[in-house]
């Protein structure tokens, strides 16, 4: 972040700011002001910050595997795997759910016809469902979603809201998610300005 | 599969390939020539001064004065000289004839050079003081005069060089007072010298127990050379006026020739395995730029780098492995053939077979050294 891009912000001008789970945060602010930035300084793929996160994103991959899940804004997908090898992908590697678990997902956000289709073939608001999929498919205590709805209808919206909500109560995680403008579609907590 | 892949494997081939082939053939192929360069040492030589009218009436123009010798030590191409030893004493062999126990005496002369010259088995060319037998090396010629010229007309039968070898015989040293009988026995051949030889050590005693207190002095000197065909070293024998055994030199060249053609080979079959390594190294970096973004993902999902590069490594190292095994493969097919040259032309037979272990040495460097790049690579 250079210097110029930050304005009156309630994250990155404050002395500190904490995200605790199992709270609710929303972080609103316009295009290119850092929101993404912010979610990659707190998940460790990006080390060029001044200041302290605590704990420290640490670089072995435990803390992606099984402290935080991230559903990135470009998603992050394998475009040339299918949607059942994109979720394994994960899931062998965490070994975090059956393949009946999964199976439930796709169904529930009526996915489930394309479990076999390649990702690339599958539209954009298809592509976000699998993306909340895989980030369900490991251990968690907060769950970083950046811009998740772009591209969803309020009905399939509503749908992820729901499979998300029962997901952190569940595991009593936390969740952060960026958004362009109001968002009501978790009960927050806390809402932050960038 | 990428085509780089392809390329690296291929060159892979080669290069090991020519690597074993060339390791092998110097262990396969050592027997041959230490068995030909007989006991001396392959690059020696034998200086003498011409013979002429002169030095019929004056002896002493035979002799190499200390002079020469230095000179001849200074040459850089030069790596040993060594002086004769001559017995100043009296010799003679006696050998029991028949059954009757009618012995025969013959008159005989000993020399001795310098033992780093005389390339035989050390327990059998070991002389101390008190042992009653000595070792002694005699020119091929003499069993091959024997064998085909006197053994023929007389009847008698002919001797192999393992009988010649096992067979010992008395010898009688005489001199300042003193007479004492020894046994001597023969434990190599020489092609190169025209002498009887003894060590150098039985010699020294020798001279000194029955010797007549002459100074010794060197009519032919042993020379030890880098490269036999150095013509510096021509030069020098033809601006004194010095003879070289020329004719024996030959199978010098010979072995200097085959020792060159195999460093040769050798350096071919190392440039050529550098260059599949360099290919493959850059290859790793082409695939791993290729995939940087795959990587990336992976590594933001939670696979650690050890994971993520152990399928690069899998690749690599499968390749590696098939590629040496059919290069472990083509050299053992080689070596039959070789196998069935050295018996049929050389009555050589093959060494030990070292090639697996070089190749299981390839490939476990080669394997190893990929991975770690391919590591590094992913981690960066």
């Known amino acids: ?194 | 599969m990428p085509l780089q892949l392809i390329g690296y494997a291929v060159s892979l081939v080669i290069g090991v390939f020519l690597v074993l082939v060339v390791a092998q053939a110097y262990i396969d192929l050592r027997p041959v020539l230490s068995e030909q360069a007989e006991v001396f040492e392959s690059e020696s030589a034998i200086l003498t001064k011409k013979v002429s009218v002169f030095s019929s009436v004056d002896k002493g123009r035979i002799y190499f004065t200390s002079d020469e010798i230095d000179e001849l030590r200074e040459q850089p191409y030069i790596d040993e000289v060594g002086a004769f030893n001559s017995a100043s004493f009296q010799i003679w062999a006696v050998a029991e004839v028949g059954q009757s126990g009618q012995s025969v005496r013959s008159d005989l002369f000993f020399e001795s050079v310098p033992n780093r010259f005389v390339d035989v088995q050390d327990e059998a060319w070991k002389w101390e003081d008190g042992d009653t037998l000595i070792p002694i090396i005699v020119p091929k010629d003499y069993i091959d005069l024997y064998n085909f010229g006197f053994a023929e007309s007389q009847g008698l039968p002919v001797m192999s060089e393992s009988t010649v070898k096992g067979f010992a015989f008395k010898i009688i040293l005489s001199g300042a007072g003193k007479s004492n009988q020894y046994y001597g026995a023969v434990v190599g051949f020489s092609n190169k010298l025209n002498s009887i030889l003894v060590p150098d050590e039985f010699m020294q005693w020798a001279n000194a127990t029955y010797g007549m207190g002459e100074e010794n002095r060197s009519s032919r000197l042993l020379i030890s050379l880098d490269d036999p065909t150095d013509e510096r070293f021509l030069t020098l024998i033809n601006e004194n006026g010095y003879v070289l055994n020329e004719e024996k030199l030959e199978q010098s060249r010979l072995n200097f020739l085959f020792k060159s053609s195999i460093q040769f080979t050798a350096f071919l079959a190392l440039v050529i395995m550098i260059l599949s390594i360099g290919f493959l190294s850059l290859s790793i970096n082409l695939m791993m730029q290729k995939h940087e973004k795959v990587i990336r993902n992976l590594w933001l999902m939670g696979y650690s780098h050890v994971q993520i590069s152990r399928f690069y490594q899998l690749i690599i190292t499968g390749l590696t492995l098939t590629g040496v095994t059919i290069a472990l493969m083509l050299a053992t097919i080689f070596r039959a053939e070789l196998g069935e040259l050295l018996s049929s032309t050389l009555k050589s037979e093959l060494q030990q077979n070292w090639l697996w272990l070089y190749a299981l040495g390839i490939f476990i460097v080669l394997s190893g050294f990929f991975s770690w790049r391919v590591y590094r690579k992913v981690k960066s």
Not at chain 1, 74 to 84: A, C, G, H, Q, T
């Open chain 1, 1 to 194: 972040m250079s210097e110029a891009e930050l304005s009156a912000s309630d994250v990155y001008m404050s002395p500190s700011v904490t995200f605790e789970s199992p709270k609710r945060y929303l972080i609103r602010a316009e295009s290119g002001h850092g929101k993404s930035s912010l979610l990659n300084f707190i998940f460790g793929s990006n080390p060029s910050f001044v200041g302290d996160i605590n704990p420290k994103p640490n670089s072995s991959e435990e803390w992606r595997k099984s402290m935080l899940s991230y559903v990135f804004q470009d998603l992050k997908l394998f475009p040339e795997l299918s949607v059942w090898d994109n979720l394994q992908l994960k899931n062998r590697l965490t070994q975090h759910k059956t393949d009946d678990e999964i199976k439930v997902y796709l169904n529930e956000l009526g996915i489930d016809s394309k479990a076999n289709e390649k990702v690339e073939k599958l539209s954009l608001g298809q592509r976000q469902r699998v993306a909340v999929i895989r980030a369900l498919c490991q251990p968690f205590h907060m769950l970083l979603l950046d811009e998740p709805f772009s591209h969803l209808d309020d009905s399939n919206r509503a749908k992820i809201a729901a499979l998300i909500e029962r997901e952190l109560d569940s595991r009593n995680a936390g969740l952060l998610v960026t958004s362009l403008g109001p968002d009501d579609t978790f009960n927050y907590d806390i809402e932050y300005r960038l």
